[in-house]
């Protein structure tokens, strides 16, 4: 009789996490600014937890989710090492307690029938070059070397203490979230617009009076 019961709690403690990583919504658990230049970066991070929605989590439904609810972001974009050191510690320092998986989509997507290797064809969803990668490398025999060629969109994930490296993900239950980004670039004060239409006047005058000379 005590089988049976344990047997059954099993059962239903499966179909509670089962039904838990299946029916989702993305609630906000980390944010942070990265100040690069001129250019402020803004990063959210978001976790699927168990809620009464029909919110799945594919890689698009993220994008569309954050574009639709937040004019001016996007999935996240990881364009040079300085950026990837700013996710990193953004993510280490996160709370991240999801039950439903381990990856967190960023903002690339790859275009449809690459050839192996599979490194060719990808793309920003913000249109900035594709000239950075953090691919999963070999670490130890028999680890698999990303990109695998089983997904054309890219999760992020914390590997061997090695930083937040990424995965050509195609298993949707390995996915736990998904990392948004703002990026505002600074536009000089009219006041400073003033000072160098100035200047420019001033060199346009100087190079007249050397002319008539």
Known sequence: MVRKVVAGLAVVSFVIVASACAIVKPEL????TWVDGST???YDVFEYF???TGLDKQWITAETYVTGNYPGWTLASIT???EQNQINALMNGANLTNPCGGEYWIGAYQDANVPAPYLTGWHWVTGEAWDYTNWRKEERPGDLVEPS????YIGTWSYLNDGWVWNDEGNIDNIGGFISERIVTAVPEPATLS???LSLLSLVG????RKRK
């Open 149 to 152: 060629g089983d997904g054309r």
């Open 29 to 32: 658990v980390a944010q942070s």
């Open 195 to 197: 000072l160098i239409g």
């Open 40 to 42: 402020t970066h803004y």
């Open 80 to 82: 040079s090492q300085a």
């Open 50 to 52: 168990p809620a009464i």
């Open 206 to 209: 100087f190079s007249f009076k």
